[in-house]
Protein backbone atom coordinates (compact mmCIF):
# COMPACT_ATOMS: atom_id res chain seq x y z
CA UNK A 1 0.00 0.00 0.00
CA UNK A 2 1.35 3.43 -0.76
CA UNK A 3 1.62 5.53 2.14
CA UNK A 4 -0.78 9.05 1.67
CA UNK A 5 1.52 11.82 1.25
CA UNK A 6 0.32 14.57 3.99
CA UNK A 7 -1.56 17.48 2.31
CA UNK A 8 0.85 20.70 1.24
CA UNK A 9 0.56 23.45 3.50
CA UNK A 10 -0.71 26.82 2.45
CA UNK A 11 1.23 29.49 1.32
CA UNK A 12 -0.26 33.21 2.12
CA UNK A 13 0.65 36.10 1.33
CA UNK A 14 0.47 39.11 3.89
CA UNK A 15 0.23 42.70 2.28
CA UNK A 16 0.88 45.35 4.53
CA UNK A 17 3.80 45.54 7.15
CA UNK A 18 2.44 47.42 9.95
CA UNK A 19 1.67 46.46 13.33
CA UNK A 20 -1.54 44.13 12.25
CA UNK A 21 0.19 43.11 9.40
CA UNK A 22 3.50 41.77 11.20
CA UNK A 23 1.86 40.13 14.04
CA UNK A 24 -0.24 38.13 11.82
CA UNK A 25 2.70 37.36 9.47
CA UNK A 26 4.88 36.02 12.66
CA UNK A 27 1.89 34.26 14.11
CA UNK A 28 1.44 32.28 10.80
CA UNK A 29 5.42 31.68 10.43
CA UNK A 30 5.38 30.46 14.20
CA UNK A 31 2.58 27.93 13.68
CA UNK A 32 4.94 26.36 10.38
CA UNK A 33 2.93 28.06 7.37
CA UNK A 34 4.45 29.38 4.61
CA UNK A 35 4.56 32.92 4.72
CA UNK A 36 5.55 36.16 2.22
CA UNK A 37 5.23 39.58 3.80
CA UNK A 38 5.13 42.70 1.14
CA UNK A 39 5.54 46.32 2.22
CA UNK A 40 4.82 49.06 -0.29
CA UNK A 41 7.54 51.13 1.91
CA UNK A 42 11.45 50.58 1.68
CA UNK A 43 11.31 49.46 5.28
CA UNK A 44 9.36 48.80 8.27
CA UNK A 45 7.74 51.52 10.22
CA UNK A 46 4.76 52.99 11.53
CA UNK A 47 3.33 57.00 11.59
CA UNK A 48 1.47 58.22 14.43
CA UNK A 49 2.46 58.60 17.75
CA UNK A 50 1.04 56.34 20.94
CA UNK A 51 -1.06 53.85 20.63
CA UNK A 52 -3.31 51.51 23.59
CA UNK A 53 -3.22 48.32 23.46
CA UNK A 54 -5.94 46.93 25.46
CA UNK A 55 -6.36 44.32 28.09
CA UNK A 56 -7.94 42.35 25.28
CA UNK A 57 -5.19 42.93 22.87
CA UNK A 58 -2.44 42.44 25.53
CA UNK A 59 -4.05 38.55 25.84
CA UNK A 60 -3.84 38.46 21.97
CA UNK A 61 0.25 38.93 21.91
CA UNK A 62 0.21 36.80 25.12
CA UNK A 63 -1.18 33.71 23.15
CA UNK A 64 1.59 34.49 20.03
CA UNK A 65 4.33 34.74 22.38
CA UNK A 66 5.05 38.47 21.66
CA UNK A 67 3.85 40.02 24.96
CA UNK A 68 7.25 39.98 26.50
CA UNK A 69 9.10 41.32 23.87
CA UNK A 70 6.60 44.63 23.57
CA UNK A 71 7.24 44.94 27.80
CA UNK A 72 11.08 44.55 27.04
CA UNK A 73 10.56 47.78 24.50
CA UNK A 74 8.24 49.54 27.18
CA UNK A 75 9.32 51.20 30.35
CA UNK A 76 7.98 49.10 33.46
CA UNK A 77 5.07 51.60 33.96
CA UNK A 78 4.18 51.40 30.67
CA UNK A 79 2.11 47.78 31.60
CA UNK A 80 -0.64 49.55 33.88
CA UNK A 81 -4.29 48.77 35.24
CA UNK A 82 -6.22 50.61 31.65
CA UNK A 83 -8.92 52.00 34.19
CA UNK A 84 -9.71 56.15 32.50
CA UNK A 85 -10.57 59.48 34.51
CA UNK A 86 -13.09 61.57 32.70
CA UNK A 87 -12.81 65.57 33.16
CA UNK A 88 -14.46 68.68 32.64
CA UNK A 89 -12.46 70.67 30.06
CA UNK A 90 -13.94 73.35 31.02
CA UNK A 91 -13.45 74.83 34.55
CA UNK A 92 -11.45 73.85 36.84
CA UNK A 93 -11.79 69.78 35.44
CA UNK A 94 -13.41 68.08 37.79
CA UNK A 95 -13.26 64.50 37.93
CA UNK A 96 -16.93 63.35 36.74
CA UNK A 97 -16.11 59.19 35.97
CA UNK A 98 -13.66 56.91 36.33
CA UNK A 99 -13.44 53.96 34.68
CA UNK A 100 -13.32 50.99 36.87
CA UNK A 101 -10.70 48.16 37.33
CA UNK A 102 -12.82 45.42 37.96
CA UNK A 103 -10.73 42.26 37.18
CA UNK A 104 -6.73 41.90 38.25
CA UNK A 105 -6.12 41.12 34.49
CA UNK A 106 -7.13 44.78 33.21
CA UNK A 107 -3.96 45.24 32.32
CA UNK A 108 -3.22 47.35 28.97
CA UNK A 109 -0.21 49.53 27.19
CA UNK A 110 0.35 52.69 26.16
CA UNK A 111 3.35 52.82 23.72
CA UNK A 112 4.81 54.77 20.73
CA UNK A 113 3.30 53.00 17.04
CA UNK A 114 7.42 52.61 15.93
CA UNK A 115 8.44 51.44 19.72
CA UNK A 116 5.56 48.96 19.26
CA UNK A 117 6.55 47.79 15.47
CA UNK A 118 10.23 47.78 16.49
CA UNK A 119 9.41 44.90 19.43
CA UNK A 120 7.87 42.76 15.97
CA UNK A 121 10.42 43.32 13.66
CA UNK A 122 13.45 40.69 14.97
CA UNK A 123 10.78 37.63 14.78
CA UNK A 124 9.93 37.84 11.73
CA UNK A 125 12.41 35.89 9.12
CA UNK A 126 13.85 38.46 7.09
CA UNK A 127 14.03 36.57 4.07
CA UNK A 128 10.00 36.36 3.54
CA UNK A 129 10.02 40.39 3.61
CA UNK A 130 9.53 42.24 0.53
CA UNK A 131 10.01 45.99 0.60
CA UNK A 132 8.67 48.29 -2.21
CA UNK A 133 5.80 46.19 -3.21
CA UNK A 134 2.73 48.32 -3.56
CA UNK A 135 0.17 45.82 -4.44
CA UNK A 136 -2.01 47.67 -7.56
CA UNK A 137 -4.02 44.50 -8.27
CA UNK A 138 -5.35 41.09 -7.22
CA UNK A 139 -6.87 38.74 -9.75
CA UNK A 140 -6.97 34.61 -10.20
CA UNK A 141 -4.12 32.93 -11.87
CA UNK A 142 -4.51 32.36 -15.57
CA UNK A 143 -3.32 28.80 -15.31
CA UNK A 144 -3.56 27.51 -11.95
CA UNK A 145 -7.60 29.40 -10.79
CA UNK A 146 -6.86 27.64 -7.52
CA UNK A 147 -4.05 30.07 -7.12
CA UNK A 148 -4.18 34.27 -6.94
CA UNK A 149 -2.14 36.27 -8.64
CA UNK A 150 -0.63 39.22 -7.15
CA UNK A 151 0.89 42.29 -9.11
CA UNK A 152 2.86 45.14 -7.95
CA UNK A 153 3.64 48.81 -8.91
CA UNK A 154 7.09 48.33 -9.94
CA UNK A 155 5.50 45.04 -12.25
CA UNK A 156 6.77 41.90 -10.53
CA UNK A 157 4.24 39.88 -9.57
CA UNK A 158 3.86 36.88 -7.17
CA UNK A 159 1.85 34.39 -7.22
CA UNK A 160 0.24 32.40 -4.62
CA UNK A 161 -2.92 30.45 -2.53
CA UNK A 162 -3.81 33.03 -0.04
CA UNK A 163 -3.63 36.41 0.21
CA UNK A 164 -4.73 38.68 3.96
CA UNK A 165 -5.17 42.47 3.00
CA UNK A 166 -3.44 44.59 5.96
CA UNK A 167 -2.77 47.17 4.27
CA UNK A 168 -4.64 49.60 6.27
CA UNK A 169 -7.50 52.14 5.73
CA UNK A 170 -6.23 53.30 2.06
CA UNK A 171 -6.58 48.88 1.31
CA UNK A 172 -6.01 47.83 -2.43
CA UNK A 173 -7.16 44.06 -1.25
CA UNK A 174 -10.61 45.25 -0.34
CA UNK A 175 -10.92 46.43 -3.43
CA UNK A 176 -10.80 43.04 -4.94
CA UNK A 177 -13.09 41.74 -1.90
CA UNK A 178 -15.82 44.08 -2.42
CA UNK A 179 -16.00 42.77 -6.44
CA UNK A 180 -13.63 45.50 -8.06
CA UNK A 181 -15.36 48.77 -7.14
CA UNK A 182 -14.40 50.09 -3.50
CA UNK A 183 -15.79 53.31 -2.49
CA UNK A 184 -15.97 52.56 1.50
CA UNK A 185 -13.59 55.31 2.59
CA UNK A 186 -15.45 58.14 4.67
CA UNK A 187 -14.01 61.14 5.84
CA UNK A 188 -15.45 60.88 10.09
CA UNK A 189 -15.24 64.60 10.03
CA UNK A 190 -13.47 64.51 13.06
CA UNK A 191 -9.66 65.63 13.30
CA UNK A 192 -6.89 65.24 15.90
CA UNK A 193 -4.06 66.94 16.48
CA UNK A 194 -1.21 65.50 18.03
CA UNK A 195 1.76 65.73 19.93
CA UNK A 196 3.93 64.15 22.51
CA UNK A 197 4.88 66.41 25.63
CA UNK A 198 7.98 66.24 28.76
CA UNK A 199 5.54 65.63 31.54
CA UNK A 200 8.07 67.87 33.41
CA UNK A 201 7.93 70.83 31.00
CA UNK A 202 4.21 70.78 31.90
CA UNK A 203 3.99 70.49 35.64
CA UNK A 204 6.77 73.65 35.83
CA UNK A 205 3.94 75.20 33.60
CA UNK A 206 1.67 74.77 36.77
CA UNK A 207 -0.41 71.73 35.20
CA UNK A 208 -2.05 70.55 38.15
CA UNK A 209 -4.16 66.95 36.67
CA UNK A 210 -2.10 63.86 37.66
CA UNK A 211 -1.35 61.72 34.61
CA UNK A 212 -0.01 59.38 36.34
CA UNK A 213 -2.39 57.09 37.66
CA UNK A 214 -4.67 56.74 34.39
CA UNK A 215 -5.31 57.84 30.71
CA UNK A 216 -7.29 60.67 31.16
CA UNK A 217 -10.18 62.77 29.13
CA UNK A 218 -11.23 66.15 28.84
CA UNK A 219 -14.48 66.74 27.56
CA UNK A 220 -15.82 69.52 25.87
CA UNK A 221 -18.57 70.87 23.17
CA UNK A 222 -17.59 68.61 20.24
CA UNK A 223 -14.10 68.59 21.28
CA UNK A 224 -12.26 66.44 23.63
CA UNK A 225 -8.43 65.81 24.66
CA UNK A 226 -6.82 62.23 25.35
CA UNK A 227 -4.09 62.16 27.75
CA UNK A 228 -1.74 59.29 28.49
CA UNK A 229 1.47 58.66 29.75
CA UNK A 230 4.18 56.44 28.16
CA UNK A 231 7.88 55.85 28.67
CA UNK A 232 7.71 55.67 31.95
CA UNK A 233 5.62 58.90 32.84
CA UNK A 234 7.92 60.95 31.06
CA UNK A 235 6.14 61.66 28.10
CA UNK A 236 2.43 62.37 27.68
CA UNK A 237 1.03 61.78 24.29
CA UNK A 238 -1.25 64.20 23.81
CA UNK A 239 -4.52 63.27 21.01
CA UNK A 240 -6.85 66.59 21.14
CA UNK A 241 -10.30 65.56 18.69
CA UNK A 242 -12.60 68.39 17.22
CA UNK A 243 -15.60 67.08 15.34
CA UNK A 244 -18.50 68.13 12.85
CA UNK A 245 -21.57 66.74 14.23
CA UNK A 246 -23.76 68.92 11.78
CA UNK A 247 -22.43 66.64 8.52
CA UNK A 248 -22.91 62.41 8.64
CA UNK A 249 -20.19 60.14 8.06
CA UNK A 250 -19.69 59.17 4.45
CA UNK A 251 -22.11 62.52 3.07
CA UNK A 252 -18.91 64.81 2.52
CA UNK A 253 -15.53 64.13 1.77
CA UNK A 254 -11.81 66.11 1.56
CA UNK A 255 -11.10 67.82 -1.71
CA UNK A 256 -9.57 65.49 -4.18
CA UNK A 257 -5.77 65.13 -3.28
CA UNK A 258 -5.99 67.31 0.82
CA UNK A 259 -3.48 65.79 2.99
CA UNK A 260 -4.83 63.03 5.34
CA UNK A 261 -1.96 64.13 7.84
CA UNK A 262 -0.57 67.67 7.94
CA UNK A 263 2.14 69.92 10.11
CA UNK A 264 -0.16 72.72 11.20
CA UNK A 265 0.55 76.07 13.69
CA UNK A 266 0.29 75.34 17.65
CA UNK A 267 -1.92 78.52 17.48
CA UNK A 268 -4.33 76.52 15.14
CA UNK A 269 -4.88 74.30 17.84
CA UNK A 270 -4.96 76.84 20.38
CA UNK A 271 -7.88 78.24 18.97
CA UNK A 272 -10.08 75.55 18.22
CA UNK A 273 -9.86 75.23 22.06
CA UNK A 274 -10.54 78.71 23.52
CA UNK A 275 -12.21 79.05 26.30
CA UNK A 276 -11.09 75.86 27.85
CA UNK A 277 -9.68 75.00 30.95
CA UNK A 278 -6.49 76.19 32.94
CA UNK A 279 -4.74 73.04 32.05
CA UNK A 280 -6.03 72.58 28.66
CA UNK A 281 -4.47 75.63 28.48
CA UNK A 282 -1.23 75.02 29.39
CA UNK A 283 -1.23 71.26 27.85
CA UNK A 284 -1.94 73.40 24.37
CA UNK A 285 0.42 76.01 25.17
CA UNK A 286 3.17 73.27 25.54
CA UNK A 287 2.13 71.38 22.35
CA UNK A 288 4.88 71.13 19.89
CA UNK A 289 5.22 74.13 17.47
CA UNK A 290 4.44 72.18 14.39
CA UNK A 291 1.82 69.39 15.93
CA UNK A 292 0.39 66.78 13.37
CA UNK A 293 -3.20 67.16 12.21
CA UNK A 294 -5.33 64.23 10.95
CA UNK A 295 -8.24 63.96 9.29
CA UNK A 296 -9.69 60.92 10.72
CA UNK A 297 -11.35 58.35 7.79
CA UNK A 298 -13.42 55.32 8.37
CA UNK A 299 -14.38 52.08 6.77
CA UNK A 300 -18.20 52.91 5.75
CA UNK A 301 -20.52 51.63 4.88
CA UNK A 302 -19.32 48.80 6.50
CA UNK A 303 -18.18 45.64 4.41
CA UNK A 304 -20.94 42.96 3.77
CA UNK A 305 -17.78 40.37 4.05
CA UNK A 306 -14.16 40.58 5.06
CA UNK A 307 -13.32 37.87 2.81
CA UNK A 308 -13.77 37.15 -1.02
CA UNK A 309 -12.50 33.55 -2.26
CA UNK A 310 -9.06 33.07 -0.78
CA UNK A 311 -8.57 36.76 -0.23
CA UNK A 312 -9.32 38.30 2.90
CA UNK A 313 -8.68 41.80 4.94
CA UNK A 314 -8.00 42.23 8.15
CA UNK A 315 -7.25 45.48 10.54
CA UNK A 316 -7.87 48.91 9.50
CA UNK A 317 -8.12 47.31 6.05
CA UNK A 318 -11.65 45.83 7.14
CA UNK A 319 -13.09 48.00 9.90
CA UNK A 320 -11.04 51.18 9.99
CA UNK A 321 -12.93 53.04 12.70
CA UNK A 322 -12.98 56.31 15.02
CA UNK A 323 -10.03 56.18 18.23
CA UNK A 324 -12.74 56.39 20.81
CA UNK A 325 -12.14 53.46 22.54
CA UNK A 326 -8.99 52.87 21.77
CA UNK A 327 -9.53 49.42 20.18
CA UNK A 328 -8.97 50.04 16.92
CA UNK A 329 -5.05 48.02 16.94
CA UNK A 330 -6.95 45.32 19.66
CA UNK A 331 -9.48 44.46 16.81
CA UNK A 332 -6.57 44.38 14.19
CA UNK A 333 -4.65 41.69 16.60
CA UNK A 334 -7.63 39.89 17.21
CA UNK A 335 -8.23 39.17 13.31
CA UNK A 336 -4.99 38.61 12.76
CA UNK A 337 -4.98 35.83 15.57
CA UNK A 338 -7.96 34.19 14.50
CA UNK A 339 -6.40 33.97 10.82
CA UNK A 340 -3.68 32.07 11.85
CA UNK A 341 -4.97 29.93 14.11
CA UNK A 342 -7.48 28.75 11.02
CA UNK A 343 -4.61 29.04 8.47
CA UNK A 344 -2.45 26.92 10.59
CA UNK A 345 -5.06 23.85 11.51
CA UNK A 346 -3.92 20.74 10.08
CA UNK A 347 -7.44 20.27 8.56
CA UNK A 348 -7.67 23.81 6.59
CA UNK A 349 -6.49 23.20 3.42
CA UNK A 350 -6.78 23.72 -0.43
CA UNK A 351 -10.49 22.47 -1.07
CA UNK A 352 -11.83 24.01 2.24
CA UNK A 353 -9.61 27.39 2.71
CA UNK A 354 -12.75 29.49 1.28
CA UNK A 355 -15.41 27.92 3.61
CA UNK A 356 -12.33 28.78 6.02
CA UNK A 357 -12.01 32.54 5.13
CA UNK A 358 -15.78 32.84 5.47
CA UNK A 359 -16.22 31.56 8.64
CA UNK A 360 -13.25 34.00 9.68
CA UNK A 361 -15.50 36.82 8.26
CA UNK A 362 -18.53 35.40 9.89
CA UNK A 363 -16.77 35.57 13.37
CA UNK A 364 -14.79 38.82 13.19
CA UNK A 365 -17.40 41.06 11.59
CA UNK A 366 -19.77 41.37 14.25
CA UNK A 367 -17.78 41.99 17.18
CA UNK A 368 -15.33 44.45 15.25
CA UNK A 369 -18.91 46.62 13.56
CA UNK A 370 -19.85 46.85 17.01
CA UNK A 371 -16.69 48.06 18.40
CA UNK A 372 -16.67 50.27 15.32
CA UNK A 373 -20.30 52.00 16.39
CA UNK A 374 -19.19 52.11 20.23
CA UNK A 375 -16.05 53.84 19.49
CA UNK A 376 -17.96 56.42 17.23
CA UNK A 377 -20.80 57.07 20.33
CA UNK A 378 -18.47 57.32 22.89
CA UNK A 379 -16.85 60.06 20.87
CA UNK A 380 -20.11 61.52 20.88
CA UNK A 381 -20.65 61.18 24.46
CA UNK A 382 -16.95 63.07 25.16
CA UNK A 383 -18.03 65.64 22.91
CA UNK A 384 -21.44 66.29 24.79
CA UNK A 385 -23.42 65.04 21.82
CA UNK A 386 -24.37 61.42 24.03
CA UNK A 387 -27.85 60.66 25.22
CA UNK A 388 -27.37 63.27 28.19
CA UNK A 389 -25.65 65.85 26.22
CA UNK A 390 -23.72 67.95 27.65
CA UNK A 391 -24.61 67.03 32.00
CA UNK A 392 -20.93 65.60 32.30
CA UNK A 393 -22.14 64.53 35.82
CA UNK A 394 -24.53 61.80 34.06
CA UNK A 395 -21.48 60.51 31.95
CA UNK A 396 -20.89 57.31 34.07
CA UNK A 397 -24.71 56.43 32.76
CA UNK A 398 -23.73 57.25 28.90
CA UNK A 399 -20.27 54.89 29.15
CA UNK A 400 -21.74 52.26 31.58
CA UNK A 401 -20.41 48.67 30.32
CA UNK A 402 -18.39 50.12 27.45
CA UNK A 403 -15.07 49.42 28.15
CA UNK A 404 -15.45 46.10 29.86
CA UNK A 405 -17.13 44.48 27.03
CA UNK A 406 -14.09 45.37 24.83
CA UNK A 407 -11.87 44.50 27.04
CA UNK A 408 -13.35 40.86 28.49
CA UNK A 409 -13.00 39.03 25.10
CA UNK A 410 -11.23 35.82 24.99
CA UNK A 411 -9.90 35.62 20.94
CA UNK A 412 -9.52 32.34 22.04
CA UNK A 413 -13.34 31.77 22.06
CA UNK A 414 -13.45 33.26 18.81
CA UNK A 415 -11.08 30.40 17.93
CA UNK A 416 -13.48 27.46 19.50
CA UNK A 417 -16.47 29.15 17.52
CA UNK A 418 -14.61 29.04 14.08
CA UNK A 419 -13.89 25.50 14.64
CA UNK A 420 -17.25 24.68 16.10
CA UNK A 421 -18.97 26.17 12.68
CA UNK A 422 -16.40 24.60 10.24
CA UNK A 423 -17.02 21.46 11.83
CA UNK A 424 -21.15 21.93 11.70
CA UNK A 425 -20.63 22.58 8.13
CA UNK A 426 -18.42 19.80 7.22
CA UNK A 427 -15.34 21.98 6.40
CA UNK A 428 -13.69 20.28 8.82
CA UNK A 429 -14.28 16.57 10.25
CA UNK A 430 -16.41 15.93 13.10
CA UNK A 431 -14.20 14.75 16.52
CA UNK A 432 -15.52 11.44 17.67
Known amino acids: MVPSTPPQKLQVSVIGGGVC ?54 NPGDLKPRGFVYRTGMGEHEAVYTVPVE ?39 ADNPQRVLLQFLDGSTHETDVVLGADGIKS ?52 H ?56 TVLLEHMPERPSKWSIHVVHPPLESYAKGRVAVLGDAAHGMLPHLGAGAGQGLEDAYLLARLLSHPDTNNDNIEAVLQVYSQIRRPRAQMVWERSRLM ?51 RSE
Open 379 to 429: GRIYDGHGPHGMDWAKTGEDMDGMFPWVWHHDANDDVEAAFALLRERGAFP
Open 225 to 280: IITFAIKNNEIINVVAFSADYKTPIGTENLPDGAAWVEQVSRDEVKKVYEGMGPDV
Open 21 to 74: GLACAIALERAGVPVQLFEAAAAFGEIGAGIGIGPNAVRVLRYIGLLDAVLQKC
Open 172 to 223: SIRKFVLGGTDERIAFSHTVAYRGLIPYDELKAAGFKTDLTVAPACFMGPSK
Open 103 to 141: DPDDFGIGIHRATFLDALVNFVNPGVCHFNKRCVSVTQS
